[in-house]
């Protein structure tokens, strides 16, 4: 924010619930990759090029860095990373 004194503060939280269970995100994908299914979904994601980065090349035109210095090409990373996150957010239906 460039005037914070004058500008309000947003936030934004997304809340999925409690888990029932102590169990680690890490566990719970591992348990999920180890079953039929999930082991057809990772050979498949292993064969095709990320989706991730043919997005923000061929849709967002990001060939190049515009900005020159390490912190300010990883904020533009993580800018274009934030953008593709938002409207992964909106196709899913965060945005109604």
Known sequence: MRTPDKTKTRQVAFFQGKRASE?????????????????????????????????????????????RGRCKVDGQWKFYCLVHNIEKLAHHGYAQ
């Not at 999920?32 to 090029?49: Q, Y």
Request: charged share 35%; no cysteine.
């Open 23 to 67: 169990e680690s995100h890490t566990e719970r994908m591992k348990r999920r990759i180890d079953t039929d299914t999930g082991k057809r979904m990772i050979t498949a994601r292993f064969a095709t090029v990320e989706p991730v980065f043919g997005n923000l090349r061929n849709n967002k035109r990001l060939h190049r860095f515009t900005l």
